[in-house]
C-alpha cells in the first residue's frame, strides 16, 4: 500500500520506535539533543501542557530525523495541535525541552523558531484577508528562513516561483479572502513554503477538501519533502497519512500510544480503542 | 479661493493615487499637486487654512501608521501632537532657562525625545489589542496635559525647572518676516505655510517608503493576523513599537509646527490637546482611507473643503456649532457607508454607485 518511498527517505530506514522505549536518555544538562546514529532534527523530550487542570499534553518525547515524512495522528482533542504551538513557540511547555538543530527552543519567541526554518499551517487557515495571494506569500519569503536575504522586491518574485509550484499562479492579484476553501489551504501551503523551512508542520491541511483535492495537495507535500524539506503531516483522518508516511506517531489524551510504521500502528488495539472505542477494541481482539 | 485650492488638490491627489492611471499621467499629477502647493501662498487670501490642513495631515499621516497600516486604533496620539509642541517650545524658547535653540533643531530634537517617550508609553499599552489598546491610548491623551503640569517633575523645583514654563508662561519665538529684493514677505503667510507643507511632504515620503518596505509589509502582516505574522517569522513586538513610534513622531512633527505658529503654549495648551485634534488625525484617515499612502492626502483636504464650504455659507457665529454636527455626521457616513474612505472609489475600477454604498453598508465588519 506504502507504493511511494520518498526519494530523499529517512536516513533511518524502518525507525520502529515504541512509546515504551526510549531510545535516548532525557539529556536536560547538556547542549545538544539526545545522541543516535543521526542527529535528530526535532527531539520532543518529555514535554507536558497544562491549561489550567487540563493535560493537554502530557510527557511526550518523539524524534523526527532529517528528510522525513512523518505523521502525527489522534482523534479530536488528543492534543495535536497544542503540540504544534508548543514547537513553533505559540505556546510554553509545562515541562520538557524542545531541541531543534542542537539548540534548545522551547522558549523562545515564535519569530524566532520562524526565521530558524520552522513553518507551520494552522489548522483554521489564516491567509491576510485583505491582501493579495501574492502578497500574503510574500510576507513569508520576506520574513521566514530565507527572509533575511531578500528585499521586499524579490520577495515578491520568489512568492510567484512558490504559488506556480503550489497552483495558484492565476489568482495571484486576487484577494486572499476570495479564494474558495481548496485554494486557501493551497495558499496556507504556499505561505509556509516560501519560508524556505528545514521542517514543515501540516496542521489538517486535509480538512475540508474533497478527495481529488486531497490527493493533490498530498502529492505537492510528497515533492516538497522529495526537496528535502522534514514534514510532520498532522492529520485526523488516518487514510490520509496512510498512504505517505513510513513512520506515525499516535495520541490520544495528550500521549502517545503508538509509534511505527502505518499499517502495523493501525493494528494495534489501543489505537483502535482511541479511534473506536473499547467495547470495538475488545470485539476485535476476541474475533482474533 | 481656499476652497477652489483644496477641491483641485482633491482631484490632483485622486489621480495620483489611481493605479490604472498611467504611471507618466500620475507622477504628472502628483507635480501639479506639487506646484499647486508651492504657488498658494502667493494667491490665497488665507494661507492659515490651508497650513492648518497640511499640519493636520502631518499628524494624520502618523495615525495611519498606528491606525492604518498596524490597525492599532490610537485614540492618544494627540498626547505625541501636544507634547512635541511643548518639548519643541522648551528647546526654542528665548526666554532664561531655556537653550533657545533655532527651530531646525529644535523641533527634530523635540521628534527624537517624543519619539522615545512613544517608546517607553508603547511597552505597555501595545501589549493590548482592540478596544482595550484604544482605551488605554485615549488615557495617554489625557494624562499627558497632567504630566507636562507636574510641578515634581517641571516645577519650579522639580528636576528640570520651568522646561514647560512652570507657572510662567511659556513662548516659542516670534519668526521674523523675510525682506528679500525689497518685499517683505510675512512669515504667517510664507514661512509658516512652507513649514507646513514641510511636514505634510515629510509625512507622505514616509509612508511612501514605509508601504514598499518590508518594515511596511510586517505592519500590514499584523494588521490582518498578529498570530500568523509572528509564526512567519515578524517580531511582532519590535515592528508594533517601531510603528508606535514613527506615529508618534509624525503627531509630534505636525504638533510642534502648529505649535510654533500658535506661539504661546500656554494659552494654547487646551487647543492643542483638545478632542478635537484628536479625533481630526482619524477621521482624515478614515474618509481618505486608512492604510493607504494618498488616504490621509485625501481626506485632510477633503475635510477642511467641507469646512470652508461651510465657513463660506454659514455666518461665523454658527461655524463653530454646525463643525461640530458635521464631523459628527461625516464619521457616520463614513463609517456606515464607505468604511475604506474615499480610496475605495479611486483605487477600484468601478465608480460610484448606490449599490456599493449598500453593499458597504452591509459588508462583514473587521
Given at each position: 500500500?506504502?507504493?511511494?518511498?520518498?526519494?530523499?527517505?529517512?536516513?533511518h530506514?524502518?525507525?520502529e520506535?515504541?512509546?515504551?522505549?526510549?531510545?535516548?536518555?532525557?539529556?536536560?544538562?547538556?547542549?545538544?539533543?539526545?545522541?543516535e546514529?543521526?542527529?535528530?532534527?526535532?527531539s520532543?523530550?518529555?514535554?507536558?501542557?497544562?491549561?489550567?487542570?487540563?493535560?493537554?499534553?502530557?510527557?511526550?518525547?518523539?524524534?523526527?530525523?532529517?528528510?522525513?515524512?512523518?505523521?502525527?495522528?489522534?482523534?479530536?482533542?488528543a492534543?495535536?495541535?497544542?503540540?504544534?504551538?508548543?514547537?513553533?513557540?505559540?505556546?510554553?511547555?509545562?515541562?520538557?525541552?524542545?531541541?531543534?538543530?542542537?539548540?534548545?527552543?522551547?522558549?523562545?519567541?515564535?519569530?524566532?523558531?520562524?526565521?530558524m526554518?520552522?513553518?507551520?499551517?494552522?489548522?483554521?487557515?489564516?491567509?491576510?484577508?485583505?491582501?493579495s495571494?501574492?502578497?500574503?506569500?510574500a510576507?513569508?519569503?520576506?520574513?521566514?528562513?530565507?527572509?533575511?536575504?531578500?528585499?521586499?522586491?524579490?520577495a515578491?518574485?520568489?512568492?510567484?516561483?512558490?504559488?506556480?509550484?503550489?497552483?495558484?499562479?492565476?489568482?495571484?492579484?486576487?484577494?486572499?479572502?476570495?479564494l474558495?476553501?481548496?485554494?486557501?489551504?493551497?495558499?496556507?501551503?504556499?505561505?509556509?513554503?516560501?519560508?524556505?523551512?528545514?521542517?514543515?508542520l501540516?496542521?489538517e491541511?486535509m480538512?475540508g477538501?474533497?478527495?481529488?483535492?486531497?490527493?493533490?495537495?498530498?502529492?505537492?507535500?510528497?515533492?516538497?519533502?522529495?526537496?528535502?524539506?522534514?514534514?510532520?503531516?498532522?492529520?485526523?483522518?488516518?487514510?490520509?497519512i496512510?498512504?505517505?508516511?513510513?513512520?506515525?506517531?499516535?495520541?490520544?489524551?495528550?500521549?502517545?500510544?503508538?509509534?511505527?510504521?502505518p499499517?502495523?500502528?493501525?493494528?494495534?488495539?489501543?489505537v483502535?480503542?482511541?479511534?473506536?472505542?473499547?467495547?470495538?477494541?475488545?470485539?476485535?481482539?476476541?474475533?482474533? | 479661493?481656499?476652497?477652489?485650492?483644496?477641491?483641485?488638490g482633491?482631484?490632483?491627489?485622486?489621480?495620483?493615487a489611481?493605479?490604472?492611471?498611467?504611471?507618466?499621467a500620475?507622477?504628472?499629477?502628483?507635480?501639479?499637486l506639487?506646484?499647486?502647493?508651492?504657488?498658494?501662498?502667493?494667491f490665497?487670501?488665507?494661507?492659515?487654512?490651508?497650513?492648518d490642513?497640511l499640519?493636520?495631515?502631518?499628524?494624520?499621516?502618523?495615525?495611519?501608521?498606528?491606525?492604518?497600516?498596524?490597525?492599532?486604533?490610537?485614540?492618544?496620539n494627540?498626547?505625541?501632537?501636544g507634547l512635541?509642541?511643548?518639548?519643541?517650545?522648551?528647546?526654542?524658547?528665548r526666554q532664561?532657562?531655556?537653550?533657545?535653540?533655532?527651530?531646525?533643531?529644535?523641533?527634530?530634537?523635540?521628534i527624537?525625545?517624543?519619539?522615545?517617550?512613544?517608546?517607553?508609553?508603547?511597552?505597555?499599552?501595545?501589549?493590548?489589542?482592540?478596544?482595550?489598546?484604544?482605551?488605554?491610548?485615549?488615557?495617554?491623551a489625557?494624562?499627558?496635559p497632567?504630566?507636562?503640569?507636574?510641578?515634581?517633575v517641571?516645577?519650579?523645583?522639580?528636576?528640570?525647572?520651568?522646561?514647560?514654563?512652570?507657572?510662567?508662561?511659556?513662548n516659542?519665538?516670534?519668526?521674523?518676516?523675510?525682506?528679500?529684493?525689497?518685499?517683505?514677505?510675512?512669515?504667517?503667510?510664507?514661512?509658516?505655510?512652507?513649514?507646513?507643507?514641510l511636514?505634510?511632504?515629510?509625512?507622505?515620503?514616509?509612508?511612501?517608503?514605509?508601504?514598499?518596505?518590508?518594515?511596511?509589509?510586517?505592519?500590514?502582516?499584523?494588521?490582518?493576523?498578529?498570530?500568523?505574522?509572528?509564526?512567519?517569522?515578524?517580531?511582532?513586538?519590535?515592528?508594533?513599537?517601531?510603528?508606535?513610534?514613527?506615529?508618534?513622531?509624525?503627531?509630534?512633527?505636525?504638533?510642534?509646527?502648529?505649535?510654533?505658529?500658535?506661539?504661546?503654549?500656554?494659552?494654547?495648551?487646551?487647543?492643542?490637546?483638545?478632542?478635537?485634534?484628536?479625533?481630526?488625525?482619524?477621521?482624515?484617515?478614515?474618509?481618505?482611507?486608512?492604510?493607504?499612502?494618498?488616504?490621509?492626502?485625501?481626506?485632510?483636504?477633503?475635510?477642511?473643503?467641507?469646512?470652508?464650504?461651510?465657513?463660506?455659507?454659514?455666518?461665523?457665529?454658527?461655524f463653530?456649532q454646525?463643525?461640530?454636527v458635521?464631523?459628527a455626521?461625516?464619521?457616520?457616513?463614513?463609517?456606515?457607508?464607505?468604511?475604506?474612505?474615499?480610496?475605495?472609489?479611486?483605487?477600484r475600477?468601478?465608480?460610484?454607485s448606490?449599490?456599493?454604498?449598500?453593499r458597504?453598508?452591509v459588508?462583514?465588519?473587521?
Amino acid at each position: 500500500m506504502n507504493g511511494q518511498s520518498p526519494p530523499l527517505a529517512s536516513p533511518h530506514p524502518g525507525v520502529e520506535r515504541h512509546e515504551d522505549g526510549p531510545s535516548a536518555g532525557t539529556s536536560r544538562s547538556g547542549g545538544r539533543a539526545p545522541e543516535e546514529g543521526i542527529q535528530p532534527l526535532l527531539s520532543v523530550r518529555e514535554v507536558t501542557k497544562r491549561f489550567g487542570g487540563v493535560v493537554a499534553v502530557e510527557s511526550l518525547s518523539f524524534d523526527l530525523y532529517p528528510g522525513e515524512l512523518t505523521g502525527l495522528i489522534g482523534p479530536n482533542g488528543a492534543g495535536k495541535t497544542t503540540l504544534i504551538n508548543l514547537i513553533t513557540g505559540v505556546d510554553r511547555p509545562t515541562r520538557g525541552a524542545i531541541w531543534f538543530a542542537g539548540t534548545r527552543i522551547d522558549s523562545l519567541p515564535p519569530h524566532r523558531i520562524g526565521r530558524m526554518g520552522i513553518a507551520r499551517t494552522f489548522q483554521i487557515v489564516r491567509p491576510f484577508a485583505n491582501l493579495s495571494v501574492l502578497e500574503n506569500v510574500a510576507i513569508g519569503a520576506m520574513f521566514g528562513a530565507g527572509g533575511a536575504r531578500r528585499t521586499a522586491h524579490e520577495a515578491r518574485q520568489r512568492a510567484a516561483e512558490v504559488l506556480e509550484l503550489v497552483g495558484l499562479a492565476g489568482r495571484q492579484q486576487h484577494p486572499a479572502e476570495s479564494l474558495p476553501v481548496g485554494d486557501r489551504k493551497r495558499l496556507e501551503l504556499a505561505k509556509a513554503l516560501a519560508m524556505e523551512p528545514v521542517l514543515l508542520l501540516l496542521d489538517e491541511v486535509m480538512a475540508g477538501l474533497r478527495p481529488g483535492e486531497m490527493e493533490e495537495l498530498m502529492a505537492l507535500v510528497r515533492r516538497v519533502n522529495a526537496n528535502g524539506t522534514t514534514v510532520l503531516v498532522i492529520e485526523h483522518v488516518m487514510r490520509v497519512i496512510m498512504g505517505v508516511c513510513r513512520r506515525v506517531i499516535v495520541l490520544d489524551y495528550g500521549r502517545k500510544i503508538a509509534e511505527g510504521p502505518p499499517a502495523e500502528v493501525t493494528r494495534r488495539p489501543a489505537v483502535i480503542e482511541a479511534y473506536l472505542g473499547k467495547r470495538y477494541a475488545e470485539r476485535m481482539r476476541v474475533a482474533e | 479661493m481656499n476652497l477652489a485650492i483644496l477641491i483641485a488638490g482633491t482631484v490632483l491627489a485622486g489621480i495620483a493615487a489611481r493605479p490604472q492611471v498611467r504611471a507618466a499621467a500620475r507622477r504628472f499629477a502628483a507635480g501639479a499637486l506639487l506646484a499647486l502647493l508651492l504657488a498658494a501662498p502667493i494667491f490665497s487670501p488665507a494661507p492659515a487654512v490651508l497650513f492648518d490642513a497640511l499640519t493636520a495631515m502631518c499628524a494624520a499621516y502618523g495615525w495611519n501608521v498606528i491606525g492604518g497600516y498596524t490597525g492599532y486604533a490610537s485614540f492618544g496620539n494627540v498626547a505625541y501632537l501636544g507634547l512635541g509642541a511643548f518639548v519643541a517650545a522648551g528647546f526654542m524658547s528665548r526666554q532664561p532657562g531655556h537653550p533657545h535653540l533655532p527651530w531646525y533643531a529644535g523641533i527634530p530634537l523635540s521628534i527624537v525625545i517624543v519619539s522615545l517617550v512613544a517608546g517607553v508609553i508603547g511597552l505597555a499599552v501595545l501589549r493590548l489589542r482592540g478596544h482595550y489598546f484604544s482605551i488605554a491610548t485615549l488615557g495617554v491623551a489625557v494624562a499627558m496635559p497632567e504630566i507636562i503640569n507636574w510641578d515634581l517633575v517641571f516645577g519650579p523645583r522639580g528636576f528640570i525647572p520651568n522646561f514647560f514654563g512652570g507657572g510662567r508662561p511659556l513662548n516659542f519665538p516670534l519668526a521674523d518676516d523675510l525682506h528679500l529684493f525689497g518685499m517683505e514677505l510675512s512669515a504667517d503667510r510664507y514661512f509658516f505655510y512652507y513649514l507646513g507643507l514641510l511636514t505634510a511632504l515629510i509625512g507622505w515620503g514616509l509612508t511612501a517608503l514605509l508601504s514598499r518596505s518590508k518594515f511596511g509589509y510586517s505592519l500590514v502582516a499584523i494588521r490582518e493576523n498578529e498570530e500568523a505574522a509572528e509564526v512567519m517569522g515578524i517580531n511582532t513586538t519590535l515592528a508594533k513599537s517601531a510603528a508606535y513610534m514613527l506615529s508618534a513622531a509624525l503627531a509630534a512633527l505636525g504638533g510642534s509646527v502648529l505649535g510654533y505658529r500658535l506661539t504661546n503654549m500656554t494659552t494654547e495648551a487646551e487647543a492643542l490637546f483638545s478632542t478635537a485634534n484628536n479625533l481630526q488625525m482619524i477621521i482624515i484617515c478614515l474618509i481618505g482611507g486608512a492604510g493607504t499612502l494618498w488616504g490621509p492626502w485625501i481626506g485632510a483636504f477633503v475635510l477642511y473643503a467641507l469646512q470652508e464650504a461651510v465657513r463660506v455659507t454659514a455666518s461665523s457665529s454658527t461655524f463653530l456649532q454646525w463643525q461640530a454636527v458635521i464631523f459628527a455626521m461625516l464619521i457616520i457616513i463614513v463609517v456606515l457607508f464607505l468604511p475604506r474612505g474615499v480610496m475605495q472609489f479611486v483605487a477600484r475600477r468601478e465608480g460610484f454607485s448606490w449599490q456599493m454604498l449598500a453593499r458597504n453598508l452591509v459588508a462583514e465588519r473587521v
